[in-house]
């Protein structure tokens, strides 16, 4: 459903970094470039929060229309099959969507890579809280500090334990390999995430190098899990450290 990052030269790593920071509505709808900045840091992947007004199921997909005290917007998940089981999230309920910010007829909506109910209110005030940090911690680094860290973990705010949100991606059509690696990321509790190098150690004799690659692509696009400190160290969307 989502296009893969072309891996870097040589191979060993992913070309594209998943920096993942948590919106505002009022953000994504008054960007103007193709990519959402705060204080240019390129945002790929966006957390917003808000009250979940209309659900819509068809057929191939499911569109929720989502606000916050700053905006409303379209949220757009598409099945993979007649049989998916849509995500649990119920109108006039609180939720957290993550996706990437799209663009059509120049009317922005975001691609859900995850969706799932607030079920303890203190994120509600976590997640603004959040938005207000970010800029302000932006324009504590410097120039350089950007180039190598573009979004910092204590930027981040977090999603509930490992426990609780794993259940949250679908591993049914997900090839056991990939789903063996995005176990062994999501119980990282380093700060920048897990290293390559570490992933490697990990699964020696249990998944090949290349088999890692591909599970890294395939996870990266998917929005299950995102690059951190560089291009080969890796942290699960979901992760709350």
């Not at 070309?15 to 240019?40: G, H, T």
């Not at 049989?83 to 119920?90: G, H, L, S």
């Not at 993550?98 to 203190?122: A, C, E, L, Y």
């Amino acid at each position: 459903m989502f296009s893969s990052p072309a891996p870097a030269a040589g191979g060993k790593g992913i070309s594209k970094s998943r920096a993942l920071a948590p919106v505002a509505i009022r953000q994504i709808l008054e960007c103007q470039e193709d990519i959402l900045k705060i204080n240019n840091i390129e945002v790929q992947v966006v957390k917003v929060l808000g009250i979940i007004k209309t659900v819509d199921i068809k057929s191939i997909k499911i569109s929720y229309t989502i606000q916050d005290p700053t905006g409303t917007i379209e949220g757009i998940s598409y099945l993979e099959t007649d049989t998916d089981t849509p995500e649990t999230v119920i109108e006039n309920t609180y939720c957290v969507m993550i996706g990437s910010v799209r663009s059509q007829n120049d009317t922005k909506h975001i691609m859900i890579f995850n969706v799932f109910p607030v079920t303890d209110f203190n994120e509600i005030m976590e997640h603004y809280l959040a938005i207000i940090h970010l800029p302000l911690k932006a324009n504590t680094l410097d120039s350089t500090e950007f180039e190598q860290k573009p979004i910092k973990q204590e930027m981040l705010s977090s999603y509930g334990t490992a426990n609780e949100k794993l259940s949250d991606v679908n591993y049914f059509d997900m090839d056991p390999k990939f789903k063996r690696v995005y176990e062994v990321i999501s119980k990282s509790q380093s700060e920048s995430g897990i290293s390559m190098d570490e992933l490697f150690s990990s699964l020696t004799g249990k998944i090949q190098r290349d088999q890692i690659r591909s599970a890294l692509e395939y996870l990266v696009g998917e929005g299950h899990i995102f690059t951190t400190i560089d291009e080969n160290h890796f942290k699960s969307t979901e992760s709350p450290f």
